[in-house]
C-alpha cells in the first residue's frame, strides 16, 4: 500500500517517525554521540524535500512500526508535516553543530525541544511545526 501519495501521508507512519526522532535525539544526548543529530538532520532534510523514499525513518515506521503500534491508519495532508520536518532539520543540525562546537548548552536545549515536539507528535497527535504552519497560511490569506 502506498502511504505517501504526494500532498497526503498516513497519520500512523508520521507518528512512528516521531517516536523514533525521540528515540535517537535522546540516545544523542545519553551516550553524547551528536553524529546521530547530524544523522536525524539528513533524515529531517529528505523528508522535507519529499524524498520520502529516501528516509530511513520513513521506511522503518512504514513497514515495522505503523503495522504494530495502535496509531490511527488514516490519510493526514502532507505540507505541514513537510514544513515541520524542515524545522527538524535545522534543529537537529544546529543542535550537531553546537554540540561539535563545544556549546553543550545550546546542543542541550535544542535536542530537549526536538524530543519534547516529537514525543507531542507520537504521544498526542500534536504537531508544533504544523501549527506554525497553519498560523503563516492565515497570516498570508489576510
Given at each position: 500500500m502506498n502511504t505517501d501519495t504526494g500532498n497526503m501521508v498516513q497519520e500512523s507512519v508520521v507518528r512512528g517517525i516521531a517516536l523514533l526522532v525521540m528515540i535517537i535525539a535522546a540516545a544523542s544526548l545519553v551516550m553524547q554521540l551528536p553524529v546521530?543529530?547530524?544523522?536525524?538532520?539528513?533524515?529531517?532534510?529528505?523528508?522535507?524535500?519529499?524524498?520520502?523514499?529516501?528516509?530511513?525513518?520513513?521506511?522503518?515506521?512504514?513497514?515495522?512500526?505503523?503495522?504494530?503500534?495502535?496509531?490511527t491508519k488514516r490519510m493526514i495532508y502532507a505540507p505541514p508535516k513537510r514544513f515541520a520536518a524542515g524545522i527538524g532539520a535545522g534543529m537537529s543540525a544546529a543542535a550537531a553543530v553546537s554540540a561539535s562546537l563545544g556549546v553543550v548548552q545550546a546542543m542541550y536545549v535544542l535536542t530537549g525541544i526536538l524530543i519534547l515536539f516529537s514525543f507531542l507528535e507520537a504521544a498526542f497527535r500534536f504537531c508544533a511545526g504544523c501549527a506554525v504552519y497553519s498560523a503563516l497560511q492565515r497570516l498570508l490569506r489576510r
Open positions: 546521530l543529530m547530524y544523522l536525524l538532520a539528513a533524515d529531517f532534510l529528505l523528508r522535507a524535500a519529499g524524498k520520502t523514499a529516501w528516509s530511513p525513518l520513513t521506511g522503518f515506521s512504514r513497514h515495522v512500526l505503523a503495522r504494530v503500534l495502535p496509531f
